[in-house]
């Protein structure tokens, strides 16, 4: 038998056979949820649903939340949800497992979830947050239009 084994999913591929672990959906994603966590998920999602207009995908282990970029993510584990949400600021929060910078304008905050229970304040502000600022976040965030380095005014009253 010839043939190779992906090295994302770990499925032997036969010879010329097509092959996309890639490409998903949310119910492949979540068929294998526990009842505790497939409540828990359709809470997130309704309450993603309820800010407005968005795009919701999956891609490869994660389903996306997005405006003109993402705003949060999911990846659907077998104990918990993983929430990746993206804030401009740093949460010192017990809820927040892990954070880092993402860019020079995001923070990525990690929270996990378990039960349907969890999925309210702050968490659910947090993500209302992370939706109202992904339209105005951007890499160059930082950068005012217009403030480049100008020669400091000198003091000097000049002649008329």
Not at 4 to 22: A, F
Not at 67 to 81: A, E, G, H, T, W
Not at 111 to 138: C, F, G, M, N
Request: glycine fraction near 4%; hydrophobic fraction near 30%; charged fraction near 30%.
């Amino acid at each position: 038998m010839s043939g190779r084994e992906c090295h994302h999913c770990k499925q032997w591929i036969e010879k010329g056979e097509e092959h996309d672990c890639w490409t998903t959906t949310e119910a492949a994603l979540t068929q294998d949820l526990s009842d505790d966590l497939r409540d828990a998920w359709e809470r997130l999602r309704e309450t993603a649903v309820s800010f407005g207009d968005q795009r919701i995908y999956a891609s490869h282990k994660s389903i996306m939340f997005s405006r003109k970029s993402c705003y949060f993510f999911v990846r659907p584990k077998k104990n918990f949800l993983e929430l990746c949400v993206f804030l401009g600021r740093a949460l010192k929060a017990p809820q927040v497992r892990r954070l880092d910078r993402a860019s020079k304008s995001k923070v990525y905050h990690i929270i996990h979830i378990k039960h349907r229970d969890e999925v309210e304040a702050p968490i659910t502000e947090w993500l209302q947050e992370a939706y109202e600022l992904s339209d105005t976040l951007a890499p160059n965030a930082d950068k005012v239009p217009g403030n480049s380095k100008q020669k400091p005014k000198s003091n000097r009253i000049s002649p008329r």
